[in-house]
């Protein structure tokens, strides 16, 4: 098994490692605990005069351990946990080099920091798939410091050489004598001690956990109902809040016609006017929801500098064509070769309009916001986020206050897919603090999930046009690709920065496919509707738009899609074993279409993709009844390079299937009037368990550095499962959602 490590026995400086406990910080952990503070120096929210050693700012692991008394490790992870594992497998690279079961840590996101901001060593998000990937170097040392630690104090207290002592887990063992010292009862013995300099990481020939299906730390707690999502928090004498939006973003409120009568309701405590909002204060969520849900609002239009006010006469449908004939000026974001001496000396052309929906995020936890403004002037916030010290500034700027006078608790995500960042009009945290401080008294305020759909920024739409040049053997010698779109990047910030928004093309640039020439580019068009990244961000629609266009070049040079892709990437082995691997996985690669053993006609697709590090392949069977696509089986080979455990690799891909084959065979955001069709489930289809197929996942270490877990497994699976419907009813198919066929 391969592994992204340090070779076996190579001796690492830690980076200054500070043993913070010996200056009573982390208050609240029991008496005596163990605590190492890694990597940047100790914000003042932790250890108000910790003085760090020197280092270099944003270049290690920012985490604190925790041993406590009664044996548990309490570990507080810069990753939020939102379903996709990090919190297991942070516990399985400290625990491997700290030599202590996965099992007995507890673990909780930890607070905001310059400690925590680990992803480039200068900012911390919980997406990208990047987590494991940018902590795992600085978890293992941070692991193998406190066993070092440990195993320093032991031989202090049994005056041996450190070189006479090893470990078993959660304790440290003198064979010679038999001798054994829990790490709990090392605890005290350890405060004192200085980190080393350095330390020795395993073998990974060693491995006892990475790279083991390690069972999940949260799944019981979540499964008892002892998890605490935002929805769930609760402070003393907390009141509870709901809103009524604009039915259209930029329009603001002229009056509350019936205000005397919300305010006479049961339970109510008071009705206010919000930015483009009306909001209820109760004593109670269901008071103030059935208040705010009677209020009589009339809204006036946007005026003024708004941000992106949305117009009254906006059609999803109408924009979706107004790009697909849009011209302008083409930013390439990728080129090689001649493209039109290629197409021009091309045997054979095809040019063909690819298009993208626009899409919900549709987590399951609607978003929610609790603040509480304390005695002392400070204020406290709960709420679902990926990234803590982002939203803490923002924080800052909606309250007035300065950042030390900020707490931010992050509790459990209940589902996220890059619905948790900072965008403009998309979270109640505003709305929370406001309220709070017109009240005096702590505020909770849920969207419900109506307001939820009215206000969540959407995955961007797009229009891509490919041109392809093939030879007289049938292979493409040439292929551009013009994505009408607007990326997420810059839709959030309202402007563009003079550079093309990577997000707008990732998935048609870097594709690893040997041709002559080829040619990417965009021309940006405005969405009116507010965006946001979305799970595989770009990749997740333009792997769709290359790989089946891919396809139908195949079929113009009577080429087998498979084949085609085989000879596309001769000489890149790893590629061409994943393909392999995923033919394999699904019992060999045929096309169709042919009658399956229950006498269905079924066909299949095949799709590549490479996100976030990560390779990925996609083989979809499917067949059609009564106008509907049914997807039969779904085979994935994914080579992240190396693993942690594969048991969470599995259930991502399974999680990612799930989300593609939802976004390429239902879900869309339709507006019509400038209004969303959609403002709740019965309206926004998903994916259904009766539609979901059997999914089939080979995880390949081809050894490559790292790469992530939670996004790759999506965007090669619309693109299969299109390929093969395009095969199975002899026309391609060039949008999403595929939604109901005719077979005719």
Do not use: C
């Not at 070189?163 to 090392?186: E, F």
């Amino acid at each position: 098994m391969n592994h992204m490590s340090q070779p076996q026995g190579e001796t690492l400086p830690t980076g200054d490692p500070v043993n913070v406990s010996r200056r009573g910080v982390l208050g609240g952990l029991a008496t005596g605990a163990l605590v190492l503070g890694f990597g940047l120096p100790v914000g003042a929210a932790r250890a108000q005069s910790a003085a760090a050693a020197p280092i270099v700012p944003g270049t290690r692991v920012p985490a604190f351990l925790a041993i406590l008394p009664d044996g548990r490790i309490r570990l507080q992870s810069p990753f939020m946990e939102g379903g996709q594992g990090i919190w297991t497998a942070l516990a399985q690279i400290v625990g491997e080099e700290l030599d202590a079961d996965p099992a007995s840590f507890v673990i909780e996101n930890a607070p905001t920091g310059r400690d925590y901001q680990v992803v480039f060593g200068q900012m911390r998000i919980t997406g990208g798939s990047f987590s494991v990937r940018s902590s795992y170097a600085t978890m293992r040392k941070l692991g193998a410091t406190a066993r070092a630690m440990l195993m320093q104090a032991a031989a202090s207290r049994w005056q041996l050489p450190v070189s006479a002592l090893t470990t078993q887990p959660g304790k440290v063992v003198h064979a010679a004598s038999g001798r054994v010292l829990t790490y709990a009862q090392l605890v005290q013995g350890t405060l004192d001690l200085p980190a080393p300099a350095a330390v020795t990481l395993k073998d990974p020939a060693q491995f006892r956990w990475i790279g083991k299906p390690v069972k999940r730390l949260d799944v019981r707690d979540k499964s008892t109902g002892r998890a605490q999502f935002s929805i769930d928090m609760a402070v003393p004498g907390m009141l509870h809040a709901a809103v009524q939006h604009a039915p259209r973003l930029g329009m603001t409120v002229t009056r509350i016609r019936n205000e005397a009568a919300v305010k006479a309701m049961k339970g109510v405590h008071s009705v206010h006017v919000l930015n483009g909002a009306v909001a209820v204060v109760a004593q109670r969520f269901w008071h103030a929801r059935r208040a705010v849900e009677a209020a009589q609002v009339d809204w006036a239009e946007a005026s003024g500098a708004t941000y992106r006010p949305m117009p009254a006469s906006f059609s999803s449908a109408a924009f979706a064509a107004q790009l697909a004939t849009t011209q302008g000026t083409e930013e390439v974001g990728e080129s090689s070769g001649d493209i039109a001496a290629a197409l021009a000396s091309a045997k054979t052309t095809i040019s063909a309009t690819y298009h993208s929906q626009y899409l919900n995020h549709a987590q399951l936890e609607p978003p929610s916001a609790l603040a509480r403004f304390n005695g002392d002037g400070t204020l406290e916030v709960w709420l679902p986020n990926q990234a803590p010290d982002i939203f803490l500034g923002e924080i800052a700027k909606a309250s007035g206050l300065p950042p030390e006078k900020i707490t931010v608790h992050s509790p459990l995500l209940g589902g996220f897919f890059g619905r948790h960042f900072i965008y403009p009009h998309a979270s109640p945290f505003p709305q929370a603090i406001e309220l709070a401080k017109r009240v005096g008294a702590p505020v909770k305020l849920i969207w419900t999930r109506e307001e939820e759909f009215l206000r969540d920024p959407l995955r961007p739409m797009a229009a891509v046009r490919f041109r392809a040049a093939l030879g007289a053997d049938g292979l493409p010698s040439a292929i551009e690709a013009v994505s009408i779109t607007e990326g997420p990047t810059e839709g959030i910030a309202d402007k563009r920065s003079g550079k093309i928004d990577p997000a707008a093309l990732e998935g048609l640039t870097g594709k690893a496919y040997a041709l002559p020439a080829k040619r990417i580019a965009q021309i940006y068009a405005k969405s009116p509707a507010p965006l946001a990244y979305w799970r595989s961000v770009g990749n997740s629609m333009n792997d769709f738009f290359y790989e089946t266009f891919l396809d139908e070049v195949a079929d113009k040079g009577g080429q087998d899609p498979f084949a085609l892709r085989m000879k596309l990437l001769q000489g890149n082995a790893r590629l061409t074993n994943l393909l392999q691997a995923v033919a394999d996985l699904a019992g060999g690669w045929k096309a169709g279409p042919f009658t399956a053993p229950d006498g269905s006609k079924r066909a299949r697709g095949v799709a590549m993709a490479s996100p976030f590090g990560t390779e990925t392949a996609a083989i979809a069977e499917v067949s059609v009844k009564d106008g509907q696509v049914v997807v039969h089986d779904l085979w994935q080979a994914i080579d992240p390079g190396n693993i942690v455990n594969p048991a969470i690799i599995t259930a991502q891909v399974n999680s990612a299937v799930a989300l593609g084959l939802s976004q390429v065979l239902i879900e869309e955001a339709v507006f019509k009037d400038g209004l969303r069709e959609a403002r709740n489930f019965d309206g926004y289809s998903i994916l259904t368990p009766d539609r979901m197929p059997r999914v089939h996942v080979r995880v390949v270490e081809s050894g490559a550095p790292m790469g992530g877990i939670g996004e790759p497994g999506l965007p090669a699976v619309p693109p299969a499962v299109a390929n093969a419907v395009s095969r199975l009813l002899g026309r391609r198919i060039r949008r999403m959602p595929i939604g109901r066929v005719d077979q005719a």
